[in-house]
């Protein structure tokens, strides 16, 4: 009787189950339809901006201009249409390709032309699942892995593989050694950068109030030279375009009388100092979060390049003058701030070899300088340097230590972030607030670039380029509640959960929220990267034609003058992007949980504390995964 | 080399690579608008400040060659309907040359013939044939 009602149920289950699945399918893959789109262009949205459609439809799309001439190019599927007043375009293709896919105005139409952007959803979104999970799975193995180890490790090892304190020098070839001593370097390369810049300026001024696509200055500065920063230049080397800077050259050769040789180690000019407690990253923080304010204009119009550039060389040369050394590098520059921040997770480094070295040699030439070459400029103490922040590659040292004790060195990423605390970083309150702040406010400044830059919504352009008043101070204001309030508030959230989950009393908050938000470093170098795929991939081929004709004067100087406009591998744009964001997560979930250990005194403490930090990461991670590709 | 001679040539680079580029970029445009083109015309949209120059004088029976460039965001276009002259469409940024020998004397209108905004139809300038 009761297997006989068991049978019964079970036939009742596989009914059920076999229906469920039925409605599930018919719901999920639904039938191939014809779908039709009539979509309205005006500068510099689409209406409707975002569209959706299921795998295998039908879709027409009939494309309308209100005002000048616009194109819609769909990435990944390469299609392309034009209209024009009075002239519709029309595309109509298999939507056999699955995801989120942008698609671009692919005809030059005003300055935000490169920033019109709609969005196609063509379901089901693997990517998004995928991702998710992958963050999941990520986070719980980390979770599994720091509960495993007994006790605290003697040795940080980055991924347990290779010991953070690991180190190899460069400087020990013959080669590089003789180069980064050598007063001609890095001189010749920044007389090179120089020559681009003067280009830049040229192109800039010539360029006016024009369009910015199709300008040298615009295009080098804002697709190249970011990408390069962010992709290449930062995670690898630092501060090398610190290195290479043509800025502050005339500045500089003012206060030493001297280009090659070595003149006066005092400044002719007033000499000042800057206050010590605002030798940080403060003035950084807020110089660069102001300078973002206009990035509506200066990576669209050359004439706000040149100004751009303009300001800062002044500056540089002003306050040269009055301030000593490379004031205006450390306290000014607007880029310095991030680079700094960042170079601390570079793959290499500027180091002394030996401290007992440094030790005997009482006289520290490396700061005060000598006949052979200038005291550190960015007024470090080469001598017990042990972060990449205030670090300029500037290779003095490199030419005044008398005992070659000076090396270049290549390290494991995020060696930086377990530095000892110096006297110097509490005498101008480094290490603090101000590092935390700053990789804060990067995550909110990415964000407002990449919803208003590479995001649907024409509301947003409007608001970043100013055609209100009003709308562009909602902009401002937005931007000022996202990087100051919100995205701290939230570290600050979990950061509280973490010191109440630790049970620790001998750790402040402050101490926590400051040493886990290090821990953001590789995830902004990460999502910063990510946003660059998302100008380079699609843009790039612009460099072909300005290099050839660079003051739109109609010259050919490579036969790349006519090259079209050609995005490239912009089908699997989303996939690198996620690639990179997950890259960012599996070193902030590895330097995150060693940040918290050494964060809280004893390892059960550290666990407990690391679960809230690791939520957190989780996230936001999620949220940067619908950013990019959900 | 001594001291001094570093100095020279560092100096010497600076110079170079700013102000001699400057001059080298002006030199060669100078160079190059004799040989190209015989008169220059920029184009833009009515609000931001039209066809410059507006009226331009050519010589009746000599090849003529305009260079057009569109230092705008938007695109343009240019004809001469009396001459049998045009140019189509050109795109922001872009540069293109317009070659003719005018054949008839007197004064003509020229237009823009893309629709780059909303006072298009106030994108127009005389061209004088003498």
């Known amino acids: ?630 | 080399m001594t001291r001094k001679t570093n100095e020279i040539i560092a100096v010497a680079l600076i110079v170079l690579s700013t102000i001699g580029t400057v001059i080298g970029v002006f030199a060669v445009e100078k160079f190059r608008r004799g040989r190209i083109y015989t008169v220059e015309l920029i184009a833009r949209q009515p609000k931001y400040g039209n066809w410059y120059p507006k009226k331009f004088t050519v010589p009746y029976g000599k090849e003529t060659r305009i260079l057009i460039r569109n230092i705008e965001t938007v695109s343009h276009g240019f004809a001469i309907p009396d001459l049998n002259v045009a140019a189509k469409e050109i795109k922001a940024g872009e540069v293109v040359v317009v070659k003719f020998t005018p054949d008839k004397k007197g004064t003509f209108p020229f237009m823009c013939t893309v629709w780059c905004s909303d006072e298009h139809l106030h994108m127009t300038g005389e061209i004088t044939v003498e």
């Open chain 1, 1 to 630: 009787m009761i297997e006989h009602r068991l049978h019964r149920l079970k036939i009742q289950i596989t009914q059920i189950v076999v229906f469920v699945s039925c409605l599930l399918s018919l719901v999920s893959l639904g039938v191939a339809e014809d779908r039709f789109f009539e979509i309205r262009a005006k500068k510099f949205s689409y209406t409707p901006n975002i569209i959706k459609v299921n795998k295998g439809d039908v879709v027409k799309i009939r494309l309308i201009s209100e005002d000048v001439y616009h194109g819609l190019f769909l990435d990944g599927y390469g299609i392309n249409t034009l209209a024009y007043p009075g002239q519709e375009g029309a595309v109509k293709f298999v939507a056999d390709k699955t995801g989120r896919f942008s698609f671009r105005c692919s005809h030059t139409c005003g300055e935000f032309h490169p920033y019109m952007i709609g969005y196609l959803y063509v379901s089901p979104n693997r990517l998004f699942p995928l991702g998710a999970s992958g963050i999941l799975v990520f986070a719980a193995l980390s979770l599994a892995l720091s509960f495993r180890k007994s006790g605290k490790a003697a040795k940080f090892k980055l991924f347990g593989l290779v010991p953070l304190d690991w180190r190899f020098e460069l400087t020990r070839f013959k080669v590089v050694r003789n180069l980064f001593k050598n007063r001609w370097f890095p001189f010749i390369p920044i007389v090179i950068n120089l020559f681009v810049f003067t280009i830049i300026l040229l192109a800039g001024i010539l360029g006016g109030w024009g369009a910015g696509n199709y300008n040298f200055g615009v295009m080098i500065v804002w697709i190249l030279w970011w990408v390069l920063l962010m992709m290449f230049m930062v995670p690898v080397v630092g501060r090398l375009w610190c290195m290479v800077c043509p800025f502050p050259l005339i500045g500089e050769w003012m206060q030493r009388g001297k280009l090659i040789g070595v003149g006066r180690q005092k400044s002719w000019g007033l000499n000042k100092k800057w206050p010590n407690k605002w030798k940080n990253l403060w003035p950084l923080v807020i110089l660069f979060w102001i300078s973002t304010w206009f990035s509506g204009f200066f990576t669209v119009r050359p004439l706000a390049t040149f100004m751009l550039l303009g300001t800062i060389i002044v500056l540089a040369i002003v306050i040269s003058i009055v301030y000593e050394k490379r004031t205006f590098c450390i306290t000014m520059c607007p880029v310095s701030g991030f680079m700094g921040l960042y170079s601390n997770f570079s793959l290499c480094a500027v180091r002394r070899k030996d401290p007992e070295v440094c030790q005997k040699h009482t006289l520290k030439t490396c700061f005060l300088g000598n006949e052979k070459g200038y005291g550190c400029p960015w007024m470090e103490l080469p001598y017990e340097m042990n972060r990449n922040t205030y670090c300029g590659l500037c290779l003095e040292c490199f030419k005044t230590c008398p005992y070659d004790n000076m090396g270049f060195f290549l390290r494991p990423f995020g060696q930086d972030l377990f530095a000892e605390r110096r006297r110097t970083d509490d005498l101008y309150r480094r290490r603090g607030l101000d590092e935390a702040f700053k990789g804060l406010t990067m995550m909110g400044i990415f964000l407002s670039f990449f919803i208003a830059f590479q995001g649907p919504f024409g509301h947003l352009k409007d608001m970043a380029r100013a055609t209100t008043l009003g709308g562009y101070l909602a902009y401002l204001a937005e931007s000022f509640l996202v990087d100051f309030i919100f995205i701290p508030g939230l570290l600050l959230l979990f950061a509280f959960l973490s010191k109440r989950m630790s049970r620790t009393k001998e750790v402040s908050l402050k101490t926590v929220f400051v040493n886990l938000s290090y821990a953001l470093v590789p995830v902004g170098l990460a999502i910063w990267a990510g946003f660059s795929l998302g100008i380079i991939l699609p843009n790039g081929s612009y460099l072909l034609h300005i290099l050839s004709d660079p003051f739109a004067l109609g010259w050919n100087l490579f036969g790349t003058a006519n090259f079209p406009w050609t995005p490239v591998f912009t089908g699997i744009m989303p996939y690198l992007q996620v690639l990179t964001v997950m890259i960012g997560l599996l070193f902030a979930l590895d330097l995150g949980y060693k940040l918290s250990l050494q964060t809280y005194k004893t390892v059960e403490e550290s666990r407990r504390g690391w679960i809230p930090i690791l939520v957190y990461l989780v996230i936001i991670h999620l949220f940067f995964l619908k950013l990019f590709c959900g």
